[in-house]
């Protein structure tokens, strides 16, 4: 039987779950404090740890860093309230398996649980596996033999083709050093995975991995995510705030889409990459940092900084390696194993029993292109899997575009047609039953046709098109949903 400690202030939840998870053949042990929950650990040696946020005597932050000390692989679940959501996703980052909010769900609870311990499990098989397959030569040379497939813990799919094969050998050697990589490859091709899986293989893999989506962050709020805040710094400001770098303290540090950092950020960020110190913002102490930097990107660094757009020097630092992670469309012949694997995740998850795919999805899914990648292939699997009634996914299941995509890139035509523009009220009736377009029609048109031109000139990356077009990735986004892209 699998082992739990519960770690909660409040008598009536450490009674709650442990009479429910004891009913459902798991040996719980709970305790109402930080202290007493890592000394509980220590002596049992749990397959799982529930705890909540906020405890008595110490944070849920320092808890889980304590935890992942002396039990690194041990699957820690977050018990918080519906407002400690965005805290709880930030300890996440610093290893925590997912977080439960309150009020509690007796079939929610068992579903998490269950899950995070098969993936610990699952985690502990492959790397023995792993372990079994590297094979050292005379040179002392270590050279790992080439595997069906292993699936990061940020969910990414390693195949099995000669182009996987050599995206793997690259991860196993540069994972062990402390340089920094660069990372390139188009939108939804899984680079942070990828970068999880170099820090996952690295001497730093007991210790934090902590992402940062740089195109998500306004440039007002860039520099406190990065280097953090002290209260009253600046107005809103209301408490101390620990930026990404220290969170990543002793651990790796990425940062996703570098190059949308504004350029005094960039100062910022060369200052402490050169020093390995920082401060954070309205402070006066210095922080010594021991930090992995990873960084990704979808359009080339050299390319910016010779547009002035990113720093020379900076791209210097980073580009210490340079790791090119393949489109989807280039790697056809992992295609299958890539979906058959979604669909396994997704039957989990939805719990469902599809077994497969129709010979014409097959074929469907081998001629699309993927513009969306990974990412793609396993939204329409998440819908198809959903939208299925049978043993296996049909055609009926999955998008246009992707039934289509044949008869369309044959005809050379675009997947919106007029009738589709008349439903829009774009087009005015003439006389009889023909169709006449009118002026706001052509135009309509004319943009539709500029913007799917730009977005498949540059692979659907949203950030670079919308300077193509010279207007704000706002616009472009409204632009897309006005016309269905």
């Known amino acids: ?15 709650l779950l442990k009479r429910f998870l004891s009913k459902n053949d798991f040996i719980v042990e709970t305790a109402q404090n930080g202290k007493d929950g890592l000394a509980l650990i220590e002596a049992i040696s749990p397959d799982l740890v529930m705890t909540d946020f906020r405890l008595g005597d110490i944070t849920g932050t320092e808890l889980l860093t304590a935890i992942k000390a002396k039990r690194p692989n041990v699957p820690v ?3 918080t309230g519906y407002s400690d959501i965005k805290v709880a996703v930030s300890v996440m980052k610093l290893g925590a398996y997912d977080y439960i909010t309150k009020p509690l769900f007796p079939d929610e609870i068992l579903v998490t649980v269950k899950k995070a311990i098969a993936d610990a499990e699952s985690s502990k098989n492959e790397q023995v596996e792993y372990a079994a397959a590297v094979e050292v030569s005379d040179t002392a040379t270590v050279k790992p033999a080439r595997r069906g497939y292993s699936k990061s813990k940020a969910g990414y799919v390693m ?20 340089f920094s990589v660069i990372i390139y490859g188009e939108s939804g091709s899984g680079k942070e995975a990828i970068a ?20 998500a962050i306004s440039k007002e ?14 107005t809103g400001a209301l408490q101390t705030k620990i930026g990404h770098f220290e969170m990543a303290n002793g651990g790796t540090l990425f940062l996703d889409e570098v190059s949308n950092l504004s350029y005094e950020i960039q100062v910022a960020l060369l200052r402490v990459v050169q020093e390995r110190k920082m401060r954070r913002i309205g402070g006066s102490k210095e922080i010594d940092l021991d930090v992995r930097i990873l960084v990704a990107s ?32 280039n790697r056809k012949d992992d295609l299958m194993l890539f979906a058959n694997t979604f669909l396994e995740s997704t039957n989990a998850e939805l719990s469902k029993s599809v077994k497969g795919f129709s010979d014409e999805v097959v074929d469907d899914f081998l001629s699309y292109s993927w513009p969306g990648n990974l990412r793609e292939l396993k939204n329409v699997i998440k819908r198809a899997t959903l939208l299925s009634d049978g043993d296996l996914i049909e055609e009926k299941s999955l998008p ?14 675009e997947p919106v047609s007029v009738p589709i523009m008349a439903a829009q009220g774009n087009l005015e009736m003439a006389d009889g039953d023909d169709v006449k ?23 659907f990356n949203k950030s670079k098109a919308a300077r193509l077009l010279n207007i704000d990735r706002k616009t472009l986004y409204n632009k897309m949903k006005q016309f269905d892209i």
């Open 437 to 459: 377009p009118s002026l706001k029609t052509v135009a309509n048109e004319a943009e539709y046709d500029m913007i799917m031109q730009v977005l498949r000139d540059v692979n």
């Open 77 to 79: 679940l977050i018990i």
């Open 400 to 413: 246009f575009e992707i039934v289509n995509y044949r008869k369309l890139k044959d005809l050379d035509e």
């Open 159 to 178: 195949g099995q083709s000669d182009i996987s094969d050599n995206l793997f050998r690259q991860v196993d050697l540069v994972a062990p050093t402390n």
């Open 196 to 215: 999880q899986e170099i820090h996952n293989r690295s001497k730093r893999k007991d210790m934090p991995f902590v992402a940062m989506d740089c195109g």
């Open 1 to 15: 039987m699998k082992k739990i400690v519960v770690v909660d202030d409040e008598a009536d939840i450490c009674f």
């Open 298 to 329: 979808n359009e080339r660094l050299l390319d910016s900084a010779k547009s002035g757009k990113f720093r020379e020097d900076l791209y210097y630092r980073f580009n210490e390696f340079t790791i090119e992670v393949p489109a989807l469309r």
């Open 221 to 234: 709020l860039a520099g406190s995510e990065l280097f953090g805040h002290e209260k009253g710094s600046f």
